[in-house]
Each structure stands twice: as C-alpha cells, then as structure tokens.
T-cell receptor, first 115, second 110 residues
Framework: EPEVTQTPSHQVTQMGQEVILRCVPI?????FYWYRQILGQKVEFLVS????????KSEIFDDQFSVERPDGSNFTLKIRSTKLEDSAMYFC?????????????FGDGTRLSIL | GENVEQHPSTLSVQEGDSAVIKCTYS??????FPWYKQELGKRPQLIIDIRSNVGEKKDQRIAVTLNKTAKHFSLHITETQPEDSAVYFCAGENDYKLSFGAGTTVTVRA
C-alpha cells in the first residue's frame, strides 16, 4: 500500500537556525498538508496546499513558515529562525482531493527538537 | 473555525468489552469526520470515517455514528483486544483542513 514518507525522522537544531522538513506524498494525490503535534497534545493543522498554492493556513502558520513543492514528488516545510516552542512532531499528509471528504493519509512524522 | 471536543480523555476497558468515544463539533459546515488511531511514536492511522450524509457506518468491530442535528459523533469498538490499546483522535473536516479532538487514550486490560 502506498505511503507518505517523511525525512528526516528526527531533526535536532539550534534555536535561530532554519530547518527544512521533507515529505513525499502518495503519487496520485493532489492535496498536501502539514500538521504538528506538540508532545502530549492534539494534532494541529498548519497548512494545506494544492496546485502550487496554499489553500488554507492556520494562525500558527505565520511568516516564519513556508511550504514548497520544488519538484514533482517532494513537498517541503521550511521553518526560519526556529524557536524553542517549535519543538514538536511534524506530520505531512496527502489526499486524492481536498474538500470533498477524501481521507488524508499521514506520514510517520519528523520529530523536531530545538535546543 | 471548527472546534472539536472529545471525551473521555482516558478509557480503560476489560478485554472483550466495548469502548465508546464521543466527540462534538461546532461548525455545521463540517461534512467529513474521520477517526485516527495513533500508537506511541507512530503516525495517525485512519481507521474509519463518516460523511455528513450518512448516520452510521460499520467496519468489523468498529462503528461510527453521526448526529448532524446535535453535532456529535461517536466511535464504538466492540470485543476489544489488547492491540486496540492506543490513542484515538476524532476530527472534523472543513475548508481543506482537519480539526482534531484532544485524543482518548484507550487501554485494554487482558
């Protein structure tokens, strides 16, 4: 069964540095998402992306964050000038379609630790 | 925006018994409600979902019910087994995003 893959599985970064989290969505999926989960808390929506544009973003997704589809397979989340509170598990997800009740399939996540 | 509330936060059941988790949502425009199971350190895994034009859906030992008028939906697991132990999240979809509940930690006692 096809899966969403994410790299790296764990990223440790000094506060103030930039990080790029990478995702390869399922190949026939058109909608891509990033979520984050702070330890012990609920999964929170960050951003959705379709046709090389952001479809929706949450209040968490401020100017510190950006997303990109640099080629036909990768989908990246960039966090500039990282802060301690950015430490979390970041999940990428993809779906065949967006609004229209299609299941979102999640990757294994990247655990981001900011020191 | 959508606000999804989930209860209980923890649930301990004897193996073979049933488990029920309840969620409410605030935005009547939400029209798709998936349930995810997350084992420690793993990805959220979709286990069942329901769309707003359906009142109930069943898949083997798992069933979900939806009451659109009351804006609540529930997950029912029958004949629980030790491998059902995990954190379960409900969610509602609206405007290209999922809003998750806080999660229920289910422990099945052997």
């Amino acid at each position: 069964e096809p899966e969403v893959t994410q790299t790296p599985s764990h990223q440790v970064t000094q506060m103030g540095q930039e990080v790029i989290l990478r995702c390869v969505p399922i190949s026939n999926h058109l909608y891509f998402y990033w979520y984050r989960q702070i330890l012990g808390q609920k999964v929170e929506f960050l951003v959705s992306f379709y046709n090389n544009e952001i479809s929706e973003k949450s209040e968490i997704f401020d100017d510190q964050f950006s997303v990109e589809r640099p080629d036909g397979s990768n989908f990246t989340l960039k966090i500039r000038s990282t802060k301690l509170e950015d430490s979390a598990m970041y999940f990428c997800a993809s779906s065949v379609m967006g609004q229209g009740n299609q299941p979102q399939h999640f990757g294994d996540g990247t655990r981001l630790s900011i020191l | 925006g959508e606000n999804v509330e989930q209860h209980p936060s923890t649930l301990s059941v004897q193996e073979g018994d049933s488990a029920v988790i309840k969620c409410t949502y605030s935005d009547s425009a939400s029209n798709y409600f998936p349930w995810y199971k997350q084992e420690l350190g793993k990805r959220p895994q979709l286990i069942i979902d329901i769309r707003s034009n359906v009142g109930e859906k069943k898949d083997q030992r798992i069933a979900v019910t939806l009451n659109k008028t009351a804006k609540h939906f529930s997950l029912h697991i029958t004949e629980t087994q030790p491998e059902d132990s995990a954190v379960y999240f409900c969610a509602g979809e609206n405007d290209y995003k999922l809003s998750f509940g806080a999660g229920t930690t289910v422990t099945v006692r052997a």
